[in-house]
Nanobody, 117 residues
Framework: DVRLVESGGGLAQAGGSLTLSCVVS????????VGWFRQAPGKEREGISC????????YYADFVKGRFTVSRDIAKNTVTLQMASLKPEDTGVYLC??????????WGPGTQVTVSP
């Protein structure tokens, strides 16, 4: 079975930092694009960052550029999201995802991030 399990969420103050990790199992990690979405209360799910598997190109949403850094550890099947200069509007459930070469998508259950003013 494919499993994605996030960890590292919690409470932070505005201007603070948090690091999220996602451990992936059940797939050939290097064959998949991996990254993060988030969903705030009452809002649609939005993409944050993605690492493309073929050449490890990294994409960021404009609203996190310069503040968030995504990375992957192929040996540990882990994708990490380092978040700095957090803002209250970064509050939401952060979800790890993996997309395979034939389009199959897998999602983790999410981890809550709350940023206080």
């Amino acid at each position: 079975d494919v499993r994605l399990v996030e960890s590292g969420g919690g409470l932070a103050q505005a201007g603070g930092s948090l690091t999220l990790s996602c451990v992936v199992s059940g797939i050939t990690f290097n064959d998949y694009a991996v990254g993060w979405f988030r969903q705030a209360p009452g809002k649609e799910r939005e993409g944050i960052s993605c690492i493309v598997n073929e050449d490890a190109t990294i994409y960021y949403a404009d609203f996190v550029k310069g503040r968030f850094t995504v990375s992957r550890d192929i040996a540990k099947n882990t994708v990490t999201l380092q978040m700095a200069s957090l803002k209250p509007e970064d509050t939401g459930v952060y979800l790890c995802f993996a997309v395979g070469p034939t389009g199959g998508q897998y999602w983790g259950p999410g981890t809550q991030v709350t940023v206080s003013p």
